[in-house]
């Protein structure tokens, strides 16, 4: 078993929230980190800080939902180290909206994002997993994956089926673990993607507890530390006062 400083971590949606914190904490830790976003120049302010605590990290401009991005980004780490420990699928979009709205093109960029991303990254890192006979997929989800709520339909339907494709996953490789991470309310951008005024209204009370973006880093890295035979397959991680 590697320990968490030796491991080589890609992620996605690397760049702000949840992923910025993962980075940053996995560098601290001494982990090989490769980094993933549309937004290059923060990933390189990240990438800079990490180094500057003496870790190690790469970074490649990434669109999740183009399959090629997301292949060359796992052949970065596997180029660059030897091998790949984890892949974190952490991008992620959340323009809330009623159905009635029928603003469908949000409906298929959150289904290009949170589900092709998901399954892109499967892809591109599930066969030199297969190869080395060990590896670990980390995917975000949200409670939005666990109940439906008003105005976010669409969103909880991709969130649910983070959950049911990496249970399949689970199922189907022995030798490789897979981890759901399930955040409540959280610091990121994800809010701002939202344009429907009811919507932001209605979020204004629903992101009035939140929890920061290491609270959820915390338990990545948590499942990540593991013993080799131990998989960690869902982290529940909500504010304490929240109701949902």
């Not at 390189?44 to 980004?73: F, M, N, P, Q, W």
Request: glycine residues 8%.
């Amino acid at each position: 078993m590697l320990s968490i400083n030796e491991k080589v971590v890609v992620l996605t949606g690397a760049s702000s929230g949840i992923g910025e914190a993962t980075a940053r904490m996995l560098g601290r830790k001494g982990a090989r980190v490769v980094l993933g976003a549309r937004r290059r120049d923060r990933l390189e302010r990240i990438a800079s800080d990490v180094r500057a605590y003496g870790g190690t990290a790469e970074v490649l401009e990434v669109d999740v939902t183009k399959r090629e991005d997301v292949e060359s980004l796992v052949r970065l780490a596997k180029e660059r180290f030897g091998r790949l420990d984890v892949l974190v699928n952490n991008a992620g979009v959340m323009p809330m909206a009623p159905l009635s709205a029928l603003r469908v093109d949000e409906w298929n960029r959150m289904i290009d994002v949170n589900v092709r991303g998901v399954l892109h990254g499967i892809a591109a890192a599930l066969p030199i997993m297969k190869e080395q006979g060990f590896g670990q997929f980390v995917n975000v989800s949200s409670v939005a994956g666990r109940q439906v709520f008003p105005l976010a339909a669409v969103y909880c339907a991709t969130k649910f089926a983070v959950h049911a494709i990496s249970e399949g996953l689970r199922q189907e490789t022995k030798d490789i673990r897979v981890t759901v991470i399930t955040p409540g309310a959280t610091e990121s951008e994800l809010a701002r993607t939202t344009s429907d005024e009811d919507a932001r209204t209605a979020l204004v009370e629903i992101r009035k507890d939140l929890i920061p973006g290491d609270a959820i880093a915390r338990a990545i890295v948590f499942a990540i530390d593991q013993p080799d035979g131990v998989d960690v397959n869902e982290v529940v991680v909500r504010p304490t006062a929240s109701t949902w």
